[in-house]
């Protein structure tokens, strides 16, 4: 049956009192051979979009499923304190039959099959799946395997990522182990989860350093593909001024590509030459791009990977019956923030398109974005800003929020997981625009959708 429920009485009372929260634990059941809206990815971004829908569908249209073969949700924001601070790694973890919706059906399988001209997916197990919309929000990969020699060193020999809730204790450990010698830390040519994290964690290393009393033991340097040291001019020239004032090295233009773990060398590409430079520690942001099941598949944009949608209505320019958000998709935004501003309009949208077919009109996706950087034990630059005109948005005006503040670390350390565990599954987690917690209404803010076909009816 969707949305089989364990009871909370079997869990341990931590565990009990979320699943009471939520109304219990969902149990895996087999997919159908077709459902009203399928969802592929089970992250925070297909939790929260179920529940939306759920809450708002017709009852008779209320047949939602879940493809998702982990049995664990991830706050993957959480990874930066988990390899920054010693966080615990176990409070970035909830079984998946915990945040999955009351009234969704888990298929706890992978997508193996887009097959969009006759609306059907192929799961890892063989099962074809037919569906009225598709809804794909399945994260991004971390293609650690592109870097020659990385992932036979990762985890050892001083090389380490937070990019992985195995890998990202380990960072901590080579963090407080370091005592002296060159630490360097990367950021890649190819767009990745939340632009900023890369520094967060050299920020948080640095600062640990400092207090341990061997900062200038260690040289610190950053390896940034990129031109910038962000994308958004404002908090670039604050981010460049705290990496002046603390003196880290900036090294732009160079983009790893090769490690040697024994030798602790690492390759850097740097305008058509190779780079060598020594480190005692390292840490990789790998290469990121659309998992492969999507990025060869016609659903996604040939030259990029990524589904192949209008990056404001979320909806696929080809196929109107598929709608994409969050790291997966054309959409620039990928942020947890931008991803919970994007859900309601994919709601929005997928509702309209059930029940008005060609008629049907769409919300946009505003363009808010927010990466909350941590450049200290207890300092946050909150930059928040509008993927589409580059511009800085402002949410607790006046605070100067290019400018490390208190206020955002309470929030980035207390605030934004229990949110992520506790809001967003119950699909009460939106944008800034509407004040987070309130619904945002899209009447008077509509376009013309594509027409629906056949493939929606």
């Given amino acids: 049956q969707p949305g089989a429920r364990v009871s909370a009485a079997a869990l341990p009372s931590g ?22 809206v399928l969802i592929i990815g089970g992250g925070m971004g297909g ?41 615990d790694v176990k409070e970035t973890a909830q079984p998946m039959g915990q945040v999955i919706p009351e009234g969704a059906t888990w298929v706890r399988e992978r997508c193996a099959e887009f097959r969009p001209e006759s609306s059907e997916v192929v799961l890892g197990n063989g099962q074809t799946v037919g569906y009225d919309v598709l ?36 960072v901590w450990e080579q963090i407080c182990g370091l005592k002296g010698g060159t630490a360097i830390f990367t950021n890649p040519a190819t767009a990745v989860s939340c632009g900023g994290a890369p520094q967060k964690i050299m920020y948080l290393a ?11 033991a260690v040289d610190v340097a950053y390896y940034s593909a990129g031109p910038k040291v962000f994308g958004i001019d404002k908090y670039a020239d604050s981010l460049a001024q705290e990496q002046d004032e603390r003196g880290i090295g900036r090294c732009m233009e160079y983009d790893l590509v090769e490690v040697d773990g024994p030798a602790k060398t690492a390759v850097f590409e740097h305008k058509g030459e190779r780079v060598t430079k020594k480190f005692d520690l390292l840490h990789v942001t790998p290469n990121m791009s659309a998992p492969g099941f999507i990025k060869k598949s016609p659903i996604a944009n040939e030259q990029t990977g990524w589904v192949d949608v209008d990056k404001k209505t979320c909806q696929h320019n080809k196929y109107p019956n598929i709608f994409s958000f969050g790291d997966c998709s054309a959409v620039p935004a990928r942020t947890f ?15 309209g398109f059930l029940r008005d077919g060609l008629s049907a009109e769409s919300a946009q996706y505003d363009g808010y974005t927010c990466c909350p950087i941590m450049v200290g034990d207890d ?5 928040e800003f509008n993927v589409f005109t580059k511009e800085p948005v402002s949410t ?7 400018r490390p503040n208190p206020l955002f670390y309470f929030m980035k350390r207390f605030i934004f997981r229990p949110v992520y565990f506790n809001l967003c599954p119950v699909g009460r987690w939106f944008s800034a625009s509407s004040f987070f917690v309130f619904e945002p209404n899209y009447t008077g803010k509509t376009v013309k959708r594509a027409a629906a076909s056949s493939r929606g009816a």
């Fill in 15 to 36: 565990l009990a009192s979320f699943s009471r929260l939520l109304g219990g634990v969902v149990s895996p059941s087999p997919a159908q051979p077709k459902h009203r």
């Fill in 47 to 87: 939790v929260s979009i179920a529940s939306q829908l759920l809450k708002k569908l017709e009852e008779q249209d209320r047949d939602v499923a879940i493809v998702e073969p982990s049995d664990t949700n991830f706050y993957r924001p959480g990874w930066t304190m988990v390899g920054g601070i010693g966080y």
């Fill in 135 to 170: 809804i794909v929000t399945a994260g991004i990969a971390y293609d650690f395997d592109t870097i020659k020699g990385l992932p036979e060193t990762l985890g050892k020999n001083g090389v380490s990522s937070i990019y992985g809730h195995k890998t990202a204790p380990l």
């Fill in 206 to 216: 640095e600062n640990h350093w400092r207090r341990e009393g061997v900062r200038d």
């Fill in 337 to 351: 923030t931008g991803l919970a501003s994007q859900a309601p309009v994919v709601a929005h949208n997928v509702i």
């Fill in 379 to 383: 300092q946050v630059i909150l930059a």
């Fill in 396 to 402: 607790f005006w006046p605070i100067d929020q290019s």
